[in-house]
């Protein structure tokens, strides 16, 4: 299963952000407090539904928003989209 698209919405400091991503390597390069673990958390996420860094959905939402949204596109035999909505 390949993950093709990445989409947040009030995700830790991301307010928006799209990320297309290529079917071989993928490489987030940023200085410290930059958004590069919140990028893979979402991803966590999407996947099990849980975060592997707090046991508090609320955490995983951007301060002073009332929701966050993940929105991943995978390719698999066909393409699929999952979306996680946390309030």
Known sequence: ???????LKNFRNYTNLELDFD????????NNAQG???????IYVLS??????TNKDI????K???FTKIIGTVKD??????EILIN
């Open 1 to 7: 299963m390949i993950l093709k698209k990445l989409c």
């Open 23 to 30: 079917k071989r390597i993928n490489i987030f390069i940023g």
């Open 36 to 42: 590069k673990t919140n990028i893979l958390e979402s």
């Open 48 to 53: 099990l539904t849980k975060s592997h860094r």
């Open 59 to 62: 955490f995983l939402i951007k």
């Open 64 to 66: 002073d928003s009332l």
């Open 77 to 82: 035999e066909k393409e699929t989209t999952y």
